[in-house]
């Protein structure tokens, strides 16, 4: 495993309309480049296919609003967190892994909880993303295999309940980070 290269001119910030075809490239990037490893071509293609319904994208972009991770004025990585805890997207572009921008998103979401008043996180995780949200305090408590166009994508349901923290401390999950 290579270490992770520290990006230092990484920004987050809130999601804009106009990022919808730039989160679709992160996704579609996220999705053939780095958990090609982990699942198969035909449930890579059933689960980023190309000819998405864009105007389809961008309306869940704009329910999810997610946090954007921007290198200069490049998207390449985002994450959102709902009211109930959900993390429904969290990618960063194949081209662009390793180099702490799931760890900022992280951040953004763990912040953002807190101000929500959030007990717990939970998401289903891809089986490429299940070693990062194990180190991020989550743990699995299911594993799943829903279908999308017809095909198997197996994934993990998994769950950090979340600890108030002090002032200017960083949320950790119980067991989790020091």
């Not at 293609?45 to 329910?63: G, L, N, Q, T």
């Not at 992280?106 to 996180?121: D, P, V, Y």
């Amino acid at each position: 495993m290579s270490a992770i290269q520290p990006c230092p001119d990484l920004h987050i910030r809130r999601y804009r309309p106009a990022d919808a075809r730039a989160l679709f490239a992160v996704f579609h990037s996220a999705v053939h480049v780095t958990a090609r490893h982990d699942y198969r071509a035909d449930q890579l293609h059933a689960w980023a296919p190309k000819d998405m319904d864009p105007v389809a994208w961008a309306e869940h972009m704009e329910r999810i609003k997610p946090f954007v991770a921007q290198i200069g004025q490049m998207p390449v990585g985002y994450a959102d967190v709902q009211p109930n805890g959900c993390i429904d997207h969290f990618f960063v572009s194949g081209l662009h892994a390793r180099r702490g921008i799931g760890r900022a998103l992280m951040q953004a979401i763990e912040t953002e909880a807190m101000r929500l008043g959030i007990g717990e996180l939970w998401s289903h995780v891809s089986r490429t993303a299940q070693p990062f949200f194990e180190q991020a305090g989550f743990a699995v408590v299911e594993q799943r295999a829903p279908v999308r166009r017809g095909v198997v994508i197996p994934n993990a349901l998994m769950r950090r309940p979340m600890v108030a923290s002090t002032p200017g401390d960083r949320c950790t999950a119980r067991g989790g980070d020091p």
